[in-house]
């Protein structure tokens, strides 16, 4: 932007106002200036205007300020008619500073600034003092400013160099602390290494030993070794002729029993004539009694759970289950999860639990025998709500015990000679009834049985 420099013009000659400026317009003068110019543009109407500033006469004082500054500055500073029209305009808006400029006594109060400013277009006499006091004024004011801030940078400077020689000597001092801790390490980290060399070494001393000790058993190893493939041979050389003497007696011993033989089947059926021809003299009955007969036994409806496994049925065979069933005063204990996920492990258990009682019931009401179904409770999150179907007892274990543990409980419980069956597949399960006088059976012969029902 051009700075007015307030050279005098024609009007201002005539006037008697040929005063000018030596210098520049201070630059806070000239941006009051420029606001003054844009202010009182406004009012002024395009025929008023310089040709230079009709084409921003439609634009707001603070873009006129921004775009036309420098144009507005060059036309109040070489057209006095357009000055003197600025200075009417700033008579009306500011008519005290106005005529106090005019009478050569500035108001004391007001800003040195805006009286440099105003007096610069009104141009009365002494403007130039005017405007080179308000000039230097400004120029004591940035000083001051200048100073003022310059001081209180000294002062934060001051301040953050205090704070760094704090956080030098706190960080030196940890620094000094992190450094005697870490000599100590690494002391405390070379002796250890010496202690782990020296254990290192004795390591690989008692390796040496171990495989020099190592080799001579393998070297007495192999003696043995070649020793015992020595008498290996020699005895099967002398087995092969033990063989060969007990084939030769066996030849020897047939020849001599083919004669015997003869003779014994000779006198075999002497005897028998002999017996049929007494027996037909004495006339006797034929025996209803056998040998088998005199053999103790335990007579039918009367056996026992382990006298069924005798019988000629398959472990997973139905029909021994219903055979053990049969016995009188028969209890079926069923391990229910070991079923249940034995026939059918992809259901829910709540469901597991309702198809295994439901057949259960139905096996109790076609055999009459007492049925109890043993659950784990541990398997648990809340209690469970079952009504027992009719013929089944229900019972789940309680905190602290199994299943397994329950099932053998009840095992216990039941008298000596009383036929007990226990359905499971647990090995652990069927070995603790098995000596509590159970009989143990497999999950899967249950299923066979009540897929039947």
Request: proline share 6%; net charge neutral; charged share 30%.
């Amino acid at each position: 932007m051009e700075q007015p420099t307030g050279g005098a013009g024609p009007a201002d000659a005539a006037d008697g106002t040929a005063e000018s400026l030596d210098r520049p317009l201070p630059e806070g003068v000239r941006h009051k200036v420029v606001a003054l110019v844009s202010d009182a543009f406004g009012g002024l109407t395009v025929g008023e205007l310089p040709s230079q500033l009709r084409q921003y006469a439609r634009f707001t004082p603070s873009r006129r300020a921004k775009f036309a500054g420098n144009a507005m500055a060059a036309a109040l500073e070489s057209d006095p008619v357009f000055r003197r029209r600025i200075g009417e305009r700033i008579g009306q808006t500011q008519p005290e500073l106005a005529e106090a400029l005019e009478s050569g006594a500035p108001p004391a109060a007001a800003d040195p600034v805006d009286v440099a400013a105003a007096a610069y277009v009104l141009r009365p006499a002494g403007w130039v003092k005017l405007v080179a006091a308000a000039g230097e004024e400004v120029q004591r004011a940035h000083a001051e400013r200048a100073d003022e801030e310059t001081r209180r940078e000294l002062e934060r400077l001051r301040e953050e160099l205090d704070r760094a020689r704090g956080q030098t000597r706190a960080d030196t001092e940890r620094l000094r602390s992190e450094l005697e801790a870490a000599r100590k390490e690494t002391d405390s980290l070379h002796r250890k290494l010496r202690s782990a060399l020296s254990e290192v070494k004795r390591g690989e001393a008692a390796l040496r030993k171990a495989g020099a000790e190592a080799d001579t058993v393998r070297a007495e190893s192999a003696a043995q070794v070649s020793a015992a493939e020595s008498e290996t041979r020699r005895l099967k050389a002398r087995l092969a002729e033990a063989e060969a003497s007990v084939e030769a007696g066996r030849r020897a011993a047939r020849e001599g029993r083919s004669v015997e033989d003869m003779r014994l089947r000779l006198l075999l059926d002497t005897v028998l004539d002999a017996a049929q021809g007494l027996r037909r003299e004495l006339a006797l009955p034929p025996s209803s009694l056998r040998p088998a007969d005199g053999v103790e036994a335990v007579e039918p409806g009367r056996m026992s759970p382990k006298d069924i496994a005798a019988r000629a049925l398959s472990e997973t065979d139905p029909a021994l289950l219903d055979q053990l069933l049969a016995l009188p005063q028969a209890h079926l204990i069923v391990d229910g999860y070991n079923v249940t996920k034995t026939g059918y492990p992809q259901m829910p258990l709540e469901k597991q639990r309702l198809r295994l009682l439901g057949g259960l019931s139905v096996l109790a009401a076609q055999t009459g025998a007492e049925m109890t179904c043993v659950f784990d409770g541990a398997e648990l999150a809340v209690p469970v709500l079952l009504a027992p179907p009719r013929g089944v007892r229900v019972l789940f274990s309680k905190a602290g015990v199994t299943a397994d543990e329950l099932i053998r409980q009840l095992a216990r419980a039941e008298p000596p000679g009383r036929p007990v069956v226990v359905v499971s597949t647990d090995r652990e399960v069927a070995d603790g009834v098995a000596k509590a006088g159970a009989r143990p059976v497999a999950s899967v012969l249950l299923l066979k049985r009540l897929s039947r029902v």
